[in-house]
């Protein structure tokens, strides 16, 4: 992130915690900088929610949530409330994460199918073309074994307290993301000591 970068995300903290109440912890977990709009006096600094695709225009020091989008609301009270979350329940939201990839790096499902999944990514070492998205990849393994009543993915679905397919095959990527980054981070390291 560029210096320019990280004092417009200071003025961002500041402004969305003075105008809206929210957690400064919050805006640099969720929020990614997009770019600049318009022109002179009318210039504003333009930031995205990763998750909802919620906007925040910065202009000066003062914020602006783009309530909508096209035909498509954003800031729900739901998610202002989750913006205005305290550094106990962030800690906790951490936490819960943190536990639930334990689980999902442990479970029986993850492990017994976790080079097939990894081979969906082209930067894993076992990348295997021509086969779907990592996201469609276990969204079909997922349905494959709901249709079959594999009693791993049914211990899994129950921890997670979800049987959406969408979100279990989300919640089994998890590991993958972090591994594949990891895998990365190791090669780059490895690349500048030879």
Sequence with gaps: MTAKTNELFDTLRAACARQFGFNPRRITAAMRYVGKEGHGKDLVHVFRDA?????IA??????TLREKQGDK???????????KSSNAE???????????????????????HREQLLSHYT???GFQADGPHPGEAARTLIATLA?????????FAEHMHTNDPE???????????LEVEAGKAAAG???RNP
């Excluded at 998750?51 to 906007?55: A, E, K, Y």
């Excluded at 910065?58 to 914020?63: I, M, N, R, S, Y």
């Excluded at 979100?167 to 993301?177: D, E, K, N, W």
């Design 58 to 63: 910065l202009k000066g020091t003062l914020a």
């Design 147 to 155: 249709a079959t009543h594999d009693p791993r993915l049914a211990e």
């Design 90 to 112: 962030i800690d906790a939201e951490i936490a819960a994460k943190q536990a639930e990839l334990d689980f999902t790096r442990n479970c029986a499902l993850y492990r017994d």
């Design 123 to 125: 930067d894993w070492p």
């Design 167 to 177: 979100q279990l095959a989300h919640l089994l990527l998890a590991p993958c993301h």
């Design 189 to 191: 390291t490895e690349n």
């Design 73 to 83: 609301p954003h800031w729900t009270e739901a998610e202002k409330a989750h913006y």
């Design 51 to 55: 998750v909802t695709h919620s906007q």
